[in-house]
């Protein structure tokens, strides 16, 4: 699953969508009320994109008709109960109410549920944090969940592959969490190689 919350990011959620349906991964999206704000502005430039709209634009340039959507409460879906086998959530961006929400153990909608249920059930849980600076509350929450079992992958692009563009950044990031939900893919290149 893949849950996208109200941080700045959309283009790491997007291309990580795009390598997920490339690679024919089973995903679903989940998207938070502010996280749909954030995809209409950062990926299309409308703030007034209606956010269901916006949703449903981002899978249909990003993912494939095979990604399956499902709304923020519907608690319906497989990753609500660990009696159904998923291998990972990726919540990217994850903003820090988010990871507030999940480091506290709350469970406001179906992003916290399926965080906490792959923590209860010790499987590959990602979140992708992109804030700055970090005050003593966000980084305290960091720890608690990267302690509960959580891998806290930040948006944080490096420069050693020489980046021609910012493309060549997000997938650097993206590159990233997919290693570490071990997604076979190589969206940049690797320290060592040629």
């Keep these: 699953m893949l849950g996208v919350t109200g941080a700045s990011g959309a283009p790491y959620a997007a291309r990580i969508l795009r390598a997920l349906a490339d690679a024919e991964v089973d995903t679903g999206v989940v998207v938070s009320d502010a996280g749909a704000q954030v995809i209409a502005l950062e990926l299309y430039g409308e703030r007034s994109l209606d956010p269901a709209g916006a949703v449903e634009r981002f899978v249909a340039d990003h993912g494939s008709p095979a990604v399956r959507v499902w709304g923020k409460s519907d608690y319906r ?8 086998r998923t291998d990972a959530v990726v919540v ?35 979140l992708v ?31 050693y592959h020489l980046p021609e563009s910012i493309a060549d950044l997000v997938d ?18 690797r320290w060592g190689s040629s």
């Design 77 to 84: 879906a497989p990753y609500a109960s660990g009696s159904a």
């Design 92 to 126: 990217c961006p994850c903003s820090m109410a988010t990871v507030g929400t999940i480091a506290g153990g709350g469970e406001a909608n179906l992003i916290h549920r399926a965080a906490s249920v792959q923590l209860k059930e010790g499987r590959r849980l990602v």
């Design 129 to 159: 944090p992109r804030e700055t600076p970090l005050s003593d509350i966000h980084l305290e929450n960091l720890l608690r969940v990267r302690r509960a079992g959580a891998a806290v992958v930040p948006a944080m692009p490096a420069f």
């Design 172 to 189: 650097f990031v993206a590159g990233r969490v997919l290693d570490a939900i071990g997604v076979d893919v190589t969206l940049h290149r």
